[in-house]
């Protein structure tokens, strides 16, 4: 139930953003609260020459990339933190001043979201009293 009465604008706010993505033209950032942490993720071993690495985070035995961080609270070298780096939020790469040393394990914590996009170019709602709409479905997907 979505409501578009007085002070109630969950319509209003479900409608705008789905219009501002243009359906399912553009995409978005999704804040998963049950999945959107990584703690001492494992995400590369220095070699002592590369200094740009790709974030990642393990589900099972499948690595995938994490490409849109939130929160980036630690990032270590074998063992040790470090501040002795840039990242960049949107594409979740790490680039250090010095390149890691050859074996030496990189990790990080923090926290990052889902870059989604809606399914559908059109969404059924409908009004089922005055002030009173129903979606019943809107379906997202990843993107990888």
């Not at 994490?66 to 594409?91: C, E, F, K, P, W």
Request: overall charge negative.
């Amino acid at each position: 139930m979505l409501r578009s009465l007085g002070a109630f604008t969950e319509l209003q706010q479900i409608v705008g953003f789905y219009n501002a993505r243009n359906g399912a033209y553009d995409d978005w950032l999704f804040n998963d609260l049950y999945d959107n942490t990584c703690s001492l993720q494992l995400f590369g071993t220095g070699n002592g020459v590369t200094t740009a690495f790709q974030l990642a985070r393990t589900y099972g035995t499948y690595v995938e990339p994490v490409r849109a961080i939130n929160t980036l609270t630690q990032v270590r070298v074998n063992g040790t933190a470090t501040g002795a780096y840039t990242h960049d939020a949107s594409t979740g790469v790490i680039t250090f001043t010095t390149a890691p040393g050859a074996g030496q394990s990189l990790d990080w914590s923090g926290t990052f979201y889902w870059r989604c996009r809606f399914l559908d170019d059109h969404a059924d709602f409908s009004m089922f009293m005055e002030g009173l709409s129903e979606l019943k479905s809107l379906k997202f997907r990843t993107l990888k």
